[in-house]
């Protein structure tokens, strides 16, 4: 079982960037397709971006596309969220999250890091 551990959120003004981190405990962490995903306050938790187990195939949702670029790492057993021209609307607590090979759903999930975005 994978455990998550997200980093770098933080305070930023818009048009800054950032630069979130998740490092993955568990010796099968390169068999995942990771996924981050956030929530902002008083809304439901959406989709952000995912990548697949050998770091092909990235999506995004429409709104960062061209702004947010996700990446992994496998020998470091850690996943990217590359955050750049951030807006006031990217303000939410960013989870990243774990799905294994053959399943459709992110089963592993971690305790979030908040992103705040001044205007």
């Known amino acids: 079982q994978v455990q998550l551990v997200e980093s770098g959120g933080g305070l930023v003004q818009a048009g800054g960037s950032l630069r979130l981190s998740c490092a993955a405990s568990?010796?099968?962490?390169?068999?995942?397709?990771m996924g981050w995903f956030r929530q902002a306050p008083g809304k439901e938790r959406e989709f952000v971006a995912a990548?697949?187990?050998?770091?092909?195939?990235?999506n995004y949702r429409d709104s960062v596309k061209g702004r947010f670029t996700i990446s992994r790492d496998n020998a470091k057993n850690t996943v990217y969220l590359q955050m750049n021209s951030l807006r006031p609307e990217d303000t939410a607590v960013y989870y990243c999250?774990?799905?294994?090979?053959?399943?459709?759903?992110?089963?592993?999930w971690g305790q979030g890091t908040l992103v705040t975005v001044s205007s």
């Open positions: 568990g010796r099968t962490f390169s068999s995942y397709t």
């Open positions: 990548i697949s187990w050998s770091g092909g195939s990235p």
């Open positions: 999250a774990a799905r294994m090979a053959g399943y459709s759903d992110y089963g592993v």
